[in-house]
Nanobody, 119 residues
């Protein structure tokens, strides 16, 4: 079993900053990737940022230069620092981890945290 607990969402004005965090626990050895996705009503969930266990990162074009993903392997925690927030960043943000079970990478999801950016 894998548990992901997110925190740090909320309401912020455009141009402001927020940091969301996600702590993973349970059967999490071979946790290769940690990342953040977001979803707005009526749309597909989209990748925001992802970080490998070696620290390599990848970002959606829409957040490059504004968001920073990081992880603390000792704490099994991934962070997403969001700066210069825009109203279009408003979404439910989901933590995601990809764990290899010896055969394939499996996805696990947090419950989501709401981020609302007011104009």
């Amino acid at each position: 079993q894998v548990q992901l607990v997110e925190s740090g969402g909320g309401l912020v004005q455009a141009g402001g900053s927020l940091r969301v965090s996600c702590v993973a626990s349970g059967t999490i050895f071979n946790m290769h990737f940690m990342g953040w996705y977001r979803q707005v009503p009526g749309a597909q969930r989209e990748l925001v940022a992802i970080i490998s266990n070696s620290g390599s990162t990848s970002y959606a074009d829409s957040v490059k230069g504004r968001f920073t993903i990081s992880r603390d392997n000792a704490k099994n925690t991934v962070y997403l620092q969001m700066n210069s927030l825009k109203p279009e960043d408003t979404a439910v943000y989901y933590c995601n981890v990809k764990i290899h079970d010896g055969l394939r990478l499996n996805d696990y999801w947090g419950q989501g945290t709401q981020v609302t950016v007011s104009s």
